[in-house]
């Protein structure tokens, strides 16, 4: 989500679950420890009777640790050690603001949290971070590893660094990537953070200081923590001009580098090392080319390798850009688009000619804070648009907006051209209540699978359930199709069976033209995530495999299943060394292309 500070080695881990864990090795609890650098025992006390969609009641554990934050001033492209004492005049501002937050922290203790941003309910779990793993080799497999399978398989997630000090969202946790390394039959496992500029800054102050844009930036507190921020920005304690993003939703591998992204910050590459391992090369700018944010799902066209994306502001116009990169990484210049307000643009979809753009009714109203609200907002008087935009168009002139009432699609899984009807097919999960992922809200969300039909003749749009049995009907959410395919028409996508709402009981594979679904279960109290569809070698669109980290919430332990698209049978089974959060969004990267990283 787009950050509203964009424009302007602690020792760690904690235990978060629906029930307290089975005894575990020492290898397995080196991951559930943590120290915090502020206390949370009396908000947790009062919300042990906490009850939602995403959890029992939740056990969070937190050693005690200081909470005095060292004297420094930090550089966020600084090494830990590398750092300077405060003046006298940082020192004073230091210890003012440090006293304001602690006034402001105590108001906001004395008020219940929504759901959407209680850490006792969002990161609860196998929701919660754990611990960076250096690689371990030669993990043990049930089954036997496909032999086309070489490369690494990497999946992005949200892992907070540090204990959350009032509210958190689970979408605004440091970013983590995990990565399973298939060489000569045999895997490897590691996983790392990204290392952001936030990322390090808050490591040297050994504390959270950015505000966290859905789980505090909300009400008048909200307004309070970006003025202290600021406060701190102008007293040169925190810098945010090297940026402010989490980096913890998507992976996209462009131009021989592998970028991890969220739609608060340009991306930042990390480097897949020969071991198997992840090293954070720094914040990527396409060598200057890019000066302004990037959202999570850019895409790759598979024929002409170009690389399309946009980018949105909440603060000025225009709020909204298009551009895209050559193979080579070379930028477009910026198409603005015009928008009359700040809309989430969390995804859009490319054809083999158009650019897909949704304008949909969640839109951001920073107003509402001065109101007391969220500045994320359902416009129920707004009505929803697709925007078909020529992927070559040196401006927005000729982009064709068709209306696409009360339609909210988070993600869309594709998009295709059919001329002899002069359409744009669009493929998405229809989310209701659109803004339920952001702001709390009684009615069970729905996330339905839907075929959007965008008549570029006559200006009109048509929408239907692909799954037309409503017996049949399930929410399907996070996944994708056979990316050799993205743009143009397929037959099959992949997607998580997202019940119980928000985790993942299994994957189905949807046959888009008849509704007939296919699924793959994990098992009692085994949940996962994100399926990522690997293309294999034959020609059939869906010949290859599913790669899924499952975790088993009994014996707290992860797997990484290998499942045959064709037939749904497990191939294989890698049995990992420590716990896999439920996550995002990942990539696989062949062993050919990991040979051309730079």
Not at 3 to 11: C, D, P
Not at 323 to 340: A, C, H, Q, W
Not at 523 to 551: A, K, M, S
Not at 573 to 580: A, D, E, F, G, I
């Amino acid at each position: 989500m787009a950050s509203f500070t964009a424009n302007t080695a602690v020792s760690r881990r904690w235990l978060g679950g629906n029930h307290t864990p089975p005894s575990l090795s020492s290898s397995q609890s080196s991951d559930l420890s943590y120290s915090c650098s502020v206390p949370m025992t009396s908000r947790l006390q009062r919300k042990l009777n906490v009850s939602s969609a995403l959890h029992t009641p939740p056990a969070l554990l937190f050693p005690k640790q200081s909470s005095t934050s060292p004297a420094i001033v930090v550089n966020p492209k600084a090494k830990d050690s590398d750092t300077k004492q405060m003046n006298i005049f940082q020192r004073a501002a230091a210890a003012a603001l440090d006293a304001a937050e602690g006034f402001l922290v105590g108001h906001e203790r004395q008020h219940p949290l929504p759901k959407t941003a209680d850490p006792s309910v969002q990161i609860a779990g196998n929701f919660a971070p754990v611990n960076e793993q250096p690689v371990r080799r030669n993990l043990p497999v049930v089954g036997k590893i496909p032999d086309s399978i070489k490369g690494v398989y990497v999946r992005n997630g949200a892992n907070p660094l540090h204990e959350p000090v009032t509210g958190h969202h689970f979408f605004d946790g440091d970013g983590m990537v995990h990565a399973v390394k298939f060489e000569d039959g045999s895997a490897s496992y590691a996983c790392r953070f990204t290392q952001t500029n936030r990322f390090i800054q808050e490591r040297q102050l050994g504390r959270p200081v950015f505000p966290k844009a859905i789980g505090e930036l909300h009400g008048h507190t909200g307004i309070a923590r970006l003025m202290l921020f600021y406060a701190r920005a102008a007293a040169g304690l925190v810098d945010p001009t090297h940026g402010t993003g989490v980096a913890n939703a998507g992976l996209v591998y462009f131009n021989n580098r592998l970028l991890a992204m969220s739609e608060d910050d340009l991306p930042y590459q990390v480097r897949i090392t020969p071991s198997g391992d992840l090293k954070t090369v720094g914040r990527y700018d396409f060598d200057g080319q890019l000066e302004s944010t990037m959202i999570a799902h850019p895409k790759v066209d598979p024929e002409s390798g170009e690389l399309f994306a946009l980018s949105y502001d909440v603060v000025s116009k225009p709020y909204l850009k298009y551009f895209r990169f050559s193979p080579d990484g070379t930028k477009s210049p910026d198409v603005e688009i015009n928008l009359e307000q700040p809309t989430m643009m969390h995804d859009f979809a490319i054809t083999e000619n158009f650019v897909v753009i949704p304008d949909q009714q969640v839109v951001f109203k920073l107003p509402e804070m001065i109101r007391g609200g969220s500045p994320v907002v359902y416009d129920e008087n707004k009505i929803a648009r697709f925007g078909v935009l020529d992927k070559y168009a040196e401006d927005s002139s000729a982009i064709k907006w068709i209306e696409a009432p009360d339609c909210f699609c988070f993600h869309l899984w594709n998009a295709w051209e059919e001329p002899e009807t002069d359409e744009v097919v669009v493929i998405g999960s229809c989310m209701t209540p659109p803004d339920s992922i952001f702001n709390e809200s009684d009615e069970n969300l729905k996330s339905v699978l839907s075929e959007i039909r965008l008549n570029l003749r006559t200006g009109e749009s048509t929408r239907r359930p692909i799954i037309s049995d409503g017996e049949q009907q399930v929410n399907l959410e996070a996944g994708m199709v056979n990316r050799n395919m993205l743009g143009r028409k397929t037959r099959y996508a992949y997607l998580a069976l997202a019940e119980p709402w928000p985790k993942v009981s299994g994957f189905a594979k949807v046959d888009l033209f008849t509704g007939e679904v296919e699924k793959h279960l994990y098992g009692d109290d085994r949940y996962g995530g994100e399926p990522l569809f690997l293309p294999g070698e034959g020609e059939g669109e869906d010949d290859g495999y599913i790669l899924c980290f499952v975790h088993d919430e009994m014996t707290w332990k992860s797997e990484l299943q290998i499942v045959n698209a064709v037939s749904l049978e497990v191939e294989a089974t890698v049995k990992l060394p420590s716990r896999v959060p439920y996550g995002f969004h990942g990539t696989f990267i062949g062993a050919s292309d990991l040979a051309k990283q730079v």
